[in-house]
């Protein structure tokens, strides 16, 4: 059913966004992952990160990957329908790839996973026919998100659904891209400060 449709999802959208993307359900219960067998996965309810998007807020954790046998930073995004949370869609990167890079590059990368999991959050909940190209345009503007270009914007569909996501997508990209300009220009600020402390020296 359900799994059929979205495992393939969850892979493509890994792949593109070099992050691993798994879909719970409420029960706990992992149908979707990009990394690995999903039907032969543990119940997902007791994950500190899960707890926390079933209660309607997004969770954030870090902690070793029985699965994987990696540490791992998770993030993961309720999908809430009519006031209820539907599932949860949680996307990952390996610990030691985060914590090597900058502090604006982990932002990035963080919130590529988030858009990635909006995607992911709308798919689950909208499956009929008709939807697949204004849904295949806003996945490829994640994926350019993903990559680095902040600047491109995408285009509303006539679907109100779908144009409410692109219009969060639209405006989460901006605040990202303000924030990485805030960021680099406060690293340059710093690097200055200590070139100008070692010549004085």
């Known amino acids: 059913g359900s799994s059929e449709k979205l495992n393939p999802l969850a892979v493509e959208l890994g792949d593109a966004t070099d992050t691993r993307i798994t879909i719970i359900l409420p029960s706990g219960e992992v149908v979707a992952d990009s990394r690995a067998p999903f039907d032969t996965m543990d119940n997902h309810s007791d994950r500190p990160e899960i707890k926390t998007a079933l209660h309607n807020a997004v969770g954030v954790s870090t902690r070793f990957s029985g699965t994987l046998k990696k540490e791992f930073i998770y993030l993961a995004v309720p999908i809430v329908k009519e006031g209820r949370v539907g599932g949860v869609v949680r996307s990952s990167r ?22 990635t999991a909006l995607i992911a959050a709308i798919l689950l909940l909208l499956t009929a026919r008709g939807l697949a190209t204004h849904i295949r345009t ?64």
Request: net charge negative; hydrophobic share 45%; proline share 3%.
């Open 94 to 115: 390996p610990y030691e790839a985060t914590r090597s890079v900058l502090g604006a590059i982990y932002i990035r990368i963080m919130i590529s996973g988030l858009l």
């Open 138 to 201: 806003i996945k490829d503007g994640v994926v350019q998100f993903a990559s680095g270009e902040l600047e491109c914007r995408l285009e509303e569909p006539p679907i109100e659904e779908l144009a409410v996501l692109a219009r969060s997508v639209n405006e989460m990209a901006f605040q990202l891209s303000e924030r990485l300009s805030t960021i680099l220009k406060q690293r340059n600020e710093l690097n200055a400060v200590i070139s100008n402390m070692a010549e004085a020296v």
